[in-house]
């Protein structure tokens, strides 16, 4: 089945394409351009690059591995216009003969971007090869200079975006467009990353260093993108520099850092990692047996290698590891937590011909977490984890400057596992006190999808995904569909829907990882399906600066709410609540890229809303992270080559949280003890006070022992707006009490960074 649906989709592209033209995809009497574009010190290919012919309607940006190609071009001498933020502009002057296919690799300069018409043109001309809808790409300097703790984030980074929500200010997890973090697919050089946080969530498990692109699809996105109902972000690693070995060392309050990178081969190599060191400080800190402090600690490995294999061929092999542990233990209770991500991925990227570019991606990555304790003598664990072998293929095809083609396929093995024992020494097996899991399963995936510029205006995208699920025994066809109109020169407007299938559940506690758990969609329930609804308008109202409106409308079928009074599970459907929602909302960005001054301003507003039978007697209610206003303003200055300062603001509305109505107070026979039971009232029906928070940093750039350094002074939570957290009944008291819990007040941290 797999195979017949491939050798369908890519047989009616085709046949598509070649009605799309009215001849045959190539002319003999034309010319075509591709390449590569990087960095001229590093050697490092650059992602996102615009190249334009000047003068022509022939544009393109660099894919994720820096390649381009633009071809049918008529023979002639043009000037080649290679452009991207936090370079030089570089122009080339080239002539291309009748049938010629010139190879380029372009180099660009570290320097001040002075933004001029001809990049207007030209990134009108790249976005008509792929209809991007809200796609934002955070330039890895801005990410470099918004800190906590002395850690860049990029997760920290994103949620400064407009329409980006966490559960907390102390949260890494992402709620885009009313979607939880579950339903985003987080992907590293092609690897699925299940959990990646820091922290239990305070900042993400992405080290900086090493990493080159961050793209952030917020809705809409297109047809090789599966298995989730909200966003994308793709992430992709550093190679590594290619003309010399570099490294850099990082020391902060939370964690330290050190990255190395060099040559190797025709390639190069790459690797990086984070450690914190409370466990160090705890041994010089004198111990208190009554309340002892709880070893924590956390790491992070990034590391790639990447080797030139021909001209046309690259091959790279990466790899991500992160381990989070914590222990606490005084007399008669006992508890240890353990996370961790392993993943590893080889990529071959190959240059079939000058309009034909293919990568294939070989992947394993694992989650797993384990928390055990001992109460009193009764021992207890819960373990827990989900392990995926997937294999991609994905070809680009730019069939001349009118027709884009993208079409590939993949398939991947799933292990879900989980075990639960509550014997508390007894043996193995007995009764219902040890449970255990162990589920395999399997999903095939092919999608094509294609961009044909009707006019120089208009341009129409569509697109067509098929997925199988062997568990469930399941297939669904995702149709993708975008039209992007150039009204002006610098507005156009575009307009997105697609259907988004979701098999994947995650069992979690919003504001806690502790015990996440990934579970498949089995019989029992079905999947989880999204239809987005997307119009937008983007448009440069001012030299160096980018306006975009976002209005979207989803529709949420078969969402999941855990069901926490189930202990004694044996299918899906006995572990969540399923029931439906909806999400719409609107998303102004203005942002400025390039100067001395660089930032933006985003406001969104949002409104979301959920049914589920068992839930709020079946009456529609609010999720818990619905912010509707949510106002935020991100401002980076460089004064002089020494100077940098930084600033952060958010204003959003409060959270929702479930109030009570009522108590209930009984007692024990023969128990000098009362039990109280608070009665809740409507669900997440009440709103906490609205949050705030400025953060603030300056860079101070100098040399230690004549290597370039940079001191870093973070100050989170500038005037100590200590927010609450949640908020509970003690009804420990005669009289119920209203009790906060209120998250960090203000913190300065000062860090160090030393390149060499």
């Known amino acids: 089945?797999?195979?017949?649906?491939?050798?369908?989709?890519?047989?009616?592209?085709?046949?598509?394409?070649?009605?799309?033209?009215?001849?045959?995809?190539?002319?003999?009497?034309?010319?075509?351009?591709?390449?590569?574009?990087?960095?001229?010190?590093?050697?490092?290919?650059?992602?996102?690059?615009?190249?334009?012919?000047?003068?022509?309607?022939?544009?393109?940006?660099?894919?994720?591995?820096?390649?381009?190609?633009?071809?049918?071009?008529?023979?002639?001498?043009?000037?080649?216009?290679?452009?991207?933020?936090?370079?030089?502009?570089?122009?080339?002057?080239?002539?291309?003969?009748?049938?010629?296919?010139?190879?380029?690799?372009?180099?660009?300069?570290?320097?001040?971007?002075?933004?001029?018409?001809?990049?207007?043109?030209?990134?009108?001309?790249?976005?008509?090869?792929?209809?991007?809808?809200?796609?934002?790409?955070?330039?890895?300097?801005?990410?470099?200079?918004?800190?906590?703790?002395?850690?860049?984030?990029?997760?920290?980074?994103?949620?400064?975006?407009?329409?980006?929500?966490?559960?907390?200010?102390?949260?890494?997890?992402?709620?885009?467009?009313?979607?939880?973090?579950?339903?985003?697919?987080?992907?590293?050089?092609?690897?699925?990353?299940?959990?990646?946080?820091?922290?239990?969530?305070?900042?993400?498990?992405?080290?900086?260093?090493?990493?080159?692109?961050?793209?952030?699809?917020?809705?809409?996105?297109?047809?090789?993108?599966?298995?989730?109902?909200?966003?994308?972000?793709?992430?992709?690693?550093?190679?590594?520099?290619?003309?010399?070995?570099?490294?850099?060392?990082?020391?902060?309050?939370?964690?330290?850092?050190?990255?190395?990178?060099?040559?190797?081969?025709?390639?190069?190599?790459?690797?990086?990692?984070?450690?914190?060191?409370?466990?160090?400080?705890?041994?010089?800190?004198?111990?208190?047996?009554?309340?002892?402090?709880?070893?924590?600690?956390?790491?992070?490995?990034?590391?790639?290698?990447?080797?030139?294999?021909?001209?046309?061929?690259?091959?790279?092999?990466?790899?991500?590891?992160?381990?989070?542990?914590?222990?606490?233990?005084?007399?008669?209770?006992?508890?240890?937590?353990?996370?961790?991500?392993?993943?590893?991925?080889?990529?071959?990227?190959?240059?079939?011909?000058?309009?034909?570019?293919?990568?294939?991606?070989?992947?394993?990555?694992?989650?797993?977490?384990?928390?055990?304790?001992?109460?009193?003598?009764?021992?207890?664990?819960?373990?827990?984890?989900?392990?995926?072998?997937?294999?991609?293929?994905?070809?680009?095809?730019?069939?001349?400057?009118?027709?884009?083609?993208?079409?590939?396929?993949?398939?991947?093995?799933?292990?879900?596992?989980?075990?639960?024992?509550?014997?508390?020494?007894?043996?193995?097996?007995?009764?219902?006190?040890?449970?255990?899991?162990?589920?395999?399963d399997r999903i095939a995936s092919v999608f094509s999808q294609m961009a044909y510029n009707v006019t120089d205006q208009l341009t129409l995208q569509g697109g067509l995904r098929v997925n199988y699920w062997s568990l469930s025994d399941l297939s669904t066809v995702d149709p993708r569909l975008a039209v992007r109109y150039q009204l002006y020169d610098n507005v156009a407007v575009k307009a997105s829907y697609g259907q988004f299938y979701q098999y994947l559940r995650l069992a979690t506690v919003p504001d806690f990882t502790f015990f996440d758990t990934w579970l498949p969609t089995d019989r029992t329930v079905p999947p989880g399906r999204a239809d987005h609804y997307v119009l937008s308008m983007e448009s440069q109202p001012f030299e160096g600066y980018d306006f975009n409106v976002d209005v979207y409308y989803k529709t949420l079928a078969n969402i999941n709410e855990l069901n926490a009074t189930q202990t004694r599970a044996r299918t899906v459907n006995e572990v969540f609540f399923i029931g439906n929602g909806e999400a719409y909302g609107a998303e102004l960005f203005l942002q400025k890229k390039t100067g001395s001054f660089t930032g933006w301003i985003g406001y969104a507003l949002g409104f979301v809303s959920a049914q589920f039978d068992s839930i709020n007697r079946g009456a529609a209610f609010r999720p818990k992270y619905d912010r509707r206003h949510d106002f935020k303003v991100t401002a980076l200055y460089a004064l002089s080559k020494r100077w940098e300062f930084g600033a952060t603001f958010i204003f959003q509305s409060g959270q929702s949280y479930t109030g009570s109505t009522s108590r209930l107070q009984g007692d024990f026979p023969n128990v000098d003890a009362q039990v109280g039971i608070i009665v809740p009232s409507q669900r997440w029906g009440l709103r906490l006070p609205n949050s705030h928070q400025l953060n603030l940093n300056v860079n101070y750039n100098t040399t230690i022992a004549g290597l370039p350094a940079r001191l870093m002074l973070d100050i989170f939570n500038a005037y100590s707006r200590r927010d609450i957290w949640f908020r509970f009944y003690d009804i420990s008291k005669s009289i119920p009490e209203v009790t906060d819990v209120r998250l960090l007040p203000i913190i300065p941290t000062i860090s160090l960074e030393v390149k060499f």
């Open 1 to 440: 089945m797999y195979r017949i649906i491939c050798l369908l989709l890519t047989t009616l592209s085709v046949v598509t394409v070649t009605m799309a033209n009215g001849s045959s995809p190539r002319d003999s009497t034309l010319a075509s351009v591709s390449g590569f574009v990087e960095d001229s010190l590093t050697k490092e290919t650059l992602v996102g690059a615009t190249v334009a012919i000047s003068g022509t309607k022939f544009g393109a940006y660099t894919n994720k591995s820096g390649y381009f190609s633009i071809s049918n071009v008529r023979p002639g001498t043009y000037t080649l216009t290679v452009s991207m933020v936090g370079y030089t502009r570089r122009s080339i002057e080239m002539t291309l003969r009748a049938g010629e296919t010139k190879r380029l690799r372009v180099a660009l300069g570290t320097g001040d971007v002075t933004l001029r018409e001809v990049n207007v043109t030209a990134n009108r001309e790249a976005e008509r090869r792929e209809i991007s809808i809200s796609k934002v790409n955070v330039p890895m300097e801005q990410i470099a200079s918004m800190r906590v703790g002395g850690e860049a984030d990029i997760f920290r980074a994103l949620q400064m975006l407009p329409g980006v929500l966490t559960s907390s200010q102390i949260s890494s997890g992402l709620f885009i467009r009313g979607g939880s973090p579950d339903q985003n697919l987080v992907l590293l050089d092609g690897m699925t990353v299940y959990n990646p946080t820091h922290l239990f969530g305070f900042i993400s498990a992405f080290n900086s260093d090493a990493i080159k692109d961050v793209e952030l699809l917020k809705g809409g996105f297109p047809a090789e993108y599966g298995g989730r109902m909200s966003a994308v972000l793709n992430v992709t690693q550093k190679d590594g520099n290619r003309d010399h070995v570099q490294g850099v060392l990082g020391l902060g309050v939370i964690s330290s850092r050190a990255s190395l990178q060099g040559p190797l081969g025709n390639g190069s190599w790459f690797i990086g990692g984070r450690r914190t060191y409370l466990d160090i400080i705890k041994a010089f800190i004198p111990e208190d047996p009554e309340a002892p402090i709880p070893d924590f600690g956390f790491y992070d490995v990034n590391a790639k290698i990447t080797q030139d294999i021909t001209d046309d061929d690259k091959l790279s092999i990466s790899g991500f590891l992160t381990s989070d542990a914590l222990s606490y233990e005084q007399p008669g209770i006992e508890f240890g937590v353990g996370i961790g991500n392993r993943a590893t991925s080889a990529r071959w990227q190959h240059v079939v011909g000058d309009n034909l570019f293919s990568v294939v991606t070989l992947s394993a990555s694992s989650y797993r977490n384990n928390f055990t304790g001992n109460n009193a003598g009764i021992t207890f664990q819960i373990a827990n984890g989900i392990v995926d072998y997937s294999l991609k293929a994905e070809m680009d095809w730019f069939v001349d400057e009118d027709v884009t083609l993208k079409f590939g396929g993949e398939g991947t093995l799933y292990n879900f596992t989980y075990k639960q024992d509550f014997s508390g020494g007894a043996q193995s097996g007995q009764g219902d006190a040890v449970f255990t899991l162990d589920i395999w």
